[in-house]
């Protein structure tokens, strides 16, 4: 199964707090479009007994029974996150843009690809070399339908089944976008502008990548599903041994999907003017409207709009 993953999530940068702040009037963000493969092996094991059944010795017993237990399983999706959102990495990425895109436009060259390239390629490399699981608590439902048959003297338990996953995950590209607040020809009240503007339906703000990260193995709990065995049976079954843990390697195979053609939905474009208002001085957070005017007011002293419409008029 195929698979798309923005991370940064776009639900985090509906805030300001998502993005990193550079200066006073200079927000930015790096994004990584990731392509994940996830394929099933035919390898399957079983966790912990959920639930224990005796029959009687004069009938034939039959278990029609659905029920709900709380797991610990693996957070794949939250593991890739953690590995991409490293300090690390994120910093120099964030270094290398910053770096090479240059005010008022913002633009970077066209040799910024491989820099970024190698740079993700070595942060990941180190990154996955320590243990990154995430791990959450679920809770799961469990059905079964089965009969034991009279005199059974063994103790029949219930326990779930699980199947060994693998997954790829290739970086197709980064995007990046600068929010600065700027202030109008002769004018107070700073505004915002997304950086780099785009060029009509082409986003120049794309940074081709096309590199496979790496793969992880995990177990999935199989959903909806319980089997029953009796507990000399189940002693001899392979057992997973740590449900919650994720393994990862380094990944050597070349991405099979083109990059895609359009940038992906919502655009940073779209999520800035959701983080963002148009005007500095309406950011929401732990400060008043007044207290903005008034560093507004500060740092337009001198300005010409100072002497023409604020209090620099009164000393011509």
Request: charged share 30%.
């Amino acid at each position: 199964m195929d698979d798309k993953l923005q991370i940064p999530l776009a639900v985090d940068l509906t805030q300001e707090a998502g993005w990193t702040q550079l200066d006073k009037y200079l927000y930015f963000i790096a994004r990584y479009h990731l392509h994940i493969e996830d394929d099933q092996t035919d390898e399957l094991a079983f966790g912990d007994i959920l639930r224990t059944f005796h029959t009687t010795d004069f009938s034939e017993t039959e278990v029609v029974q659905g029920f709900e237990q709380e797991c610990t399983v693996a957070d794949v999706r939250e593991t890739t996150r953690s590995i991409l959102l490293e300090n690390e990495l994120s910093q120099k990425v964030t270094a290398a843009i910053t770096g090479n895109a240059k005010s008022p436009v913002y633009e970077l060259s066209g040799n910024i690809g491989a820099a970024l390239e190698e740079t993700i390629h070595s942060s990941v490399g180190r990154s996955i070399k320590s243990d990154h699981s995430v791990s959450t608590r679920v809770k799961k439902s469990f059905t079964m339908s089965q009969k034991i048959k009279s005199g059974s003297q063994e103790l029949h338990v219930a326990v779930a089944g699980y199947r060994r996953y693998s997954q790829k995950v290739f970086l197709h590209y980064i995007d990046y976008l600068f929010v600065e607040y700027r202030p109008t020809t002769l004018g107070l009240r700073k505004k915002k502008w997304n950086l780099p503007r785009p060029m009509g339906a082409r986003h120049t703000n794309r940074i081709p990548i096309n590199r496979p990260l790496f793969k992880s193995t995990y177990w999935r709990l199989e959903s909806e599903s319980s089997l029953l065995y009796t507990e000399p049976e189940y002693k001899k079954l392979p057992k997973v041994g740590h449900p919650d843990r994720i393994t990862i390697e380094e990944l050597r195979e070349a991405i099979r999907l083109p990059l895609p053609s359009r940038a992906q939905r919502p655009t940073l474009y779209t999520l800035s003017n959701i983080a963002f208002p148009l005007h500095w001085i309406d950011r929401k957070g732990p400060w008043t409207k007044e207290e903005l005017e008034k560093i507004e007011l500060e740092a337009a002293e001198g300005s010409a709009w100072w002497f023409e419409y604020g209090p620099g008029r009164n000393k011509k």
